[in-house]
């Protein structure tokens, strides 16, 4: 089963602007081929098809955490994508109905991913930076452990490659500290993987790592993460499972050459996460509602009652 807490993995910080664009290259993150839809989807269900769990419990336990941080990073891109669709509040009274007459959103016919807004409001939906949606298609799962961490690994590894690419085309914080973080977490995984393969086989992985080659301390939004040593860690995601993967990430190793140093250790439960940014309403194109006063007032008496 899984908890759900009501926080993001970290803070995202708040668009300077609005850019939708920028918006629908991040959805390559979210859709596209190596986005966090088929990290989660891949491990996801490797993880439900997994042979001889209880034999083979530590990489299964890698999968399986894993596995509940990259619903994290669907939550996270997803934001991210929203957060710059949207542009930073503007303070308008959401109570006020809105004015629909004048075409006040004219210029979303001009963008990449119109339908983000036609249909969605937008908001982030599983697609790819063209809108082409994610699909099962992507998803390895064949019960052969070592097959399966291999596509893992290639997985990460061409991930790592689309955050930079989409990192080097947009040029606002909100964007900027998804892709930093994500790289960060990234490498870990890759790392995680190939250890995981190393162990299995005995096949010295390592000394072609990392691939692709991508220097995390030259990249600033990543620096904070490194510093706190994001770079070398890997959580459990849940109270008192997963603990068994600490033989695969530890036994003294070290993180990437490029990387700080420090020991590799497992994280009993999850990082601190940040808040959500909560997206105003916009009542001239019916979010939540056109005149939501009634709305609004009913959730407030609502909150009120379960104090």
Known sequence: MFLRVDKLQIEIPAPSQQDPNAGAALQELLGGKYGEMSTLGNYLFQS???????????????????TAEELGHVELVSNGVAMLNNGPDTGEDETSGGDISNAPFESMTDIRLAAGFFSHAGGATPVNSNGISWNNDFITTTGNVVFDLLHNF???????????????????????????????????????????????????????????????GNIPECQKYLAEGSHRRLYTFSPDDYREMSGIWGNGEVALPDDPPGELTVVDGMPDGGKIHELAGVPNVFTPNYAPEEMLEIASKLYRASR
Not at 169 to 181: H, I, L, P, Q
Request: with cysteine.
């Open 154 to 216: 290639h997985l990460e590894c061409g991930a790592r490659l689309h955050k930079l690419r989409v990192y080097e085309s947009v040029t606002d914080a909100t964007g900027r500290e998804v892709c930093g973080y994500l790289l960060v977490r990234g490498s870990v995984h890759a790392h995680a993987y190939a250890l995981a393969l190393k162990k299995i086989t005995g096949v010295e992985i390592e000394r072609m790592l990392p691939v692709p080659n991508i220097p995390l």
């Open 48 to 66: 439900f098809n997994f042979r001889s769990k209880s034999k083979l419990k530590p990489f299964y336990s890698l999968v399986a955490a894993i």
